[in-house]
């Protein structure tokens, strides 16, 4: 993916983590999820982020390593409570961020953001979802690309 993004525009890029082991509550990546993590890696690889922020769910982390370590960059960790998507932009005005999220927070994150339910919670076997927002002077534009990698995809 390009960055073909205007000096004043914030773009903000969310995804669900990838396939996880098991059920249980802080589990790890399963070998497809490691797999589906470097598929994004490999997506975004031409794309400059600023910003790297996950959910402190291992699962979550383990799908932006890969981004956030192939680019020297930190891991923000937020609380799913406390995650504001208008204070992400307002802090990092005219930064491309990447956020790593769960099936029921990513789409509430952005209805919030929107002020109205426009986004359905993703179904537990979608894993390739990318909501993009683009923010510019105030303007919120957002865009789903379902699904954008499905299992087994290399890009």
Known sequence: MENTQPKNAT????????EKLDDTKNTDLSPEGFERAECWKKYFENTEIDAFYSSGFQRARRTCQPMAF???????IYKNH???LKKVIEENKGKTILIVGHSNRIPTFVNK???EEKYPEILEPEFGNLYIIKEIDNDIKTELI???ITQNATI
């Open 70 to 76: 192939s680019r020297d960059k930190d891991i923000k």
């Open 146 to 148: 379902v699904p954008l």
């Open 82 to 84: 406390l995650m504001d």
């Open 11 to 18: 773009t903000l890029f969310l995804i669900r983590h990838a």
């Open 113 to 115: 953001l929107l002020g």
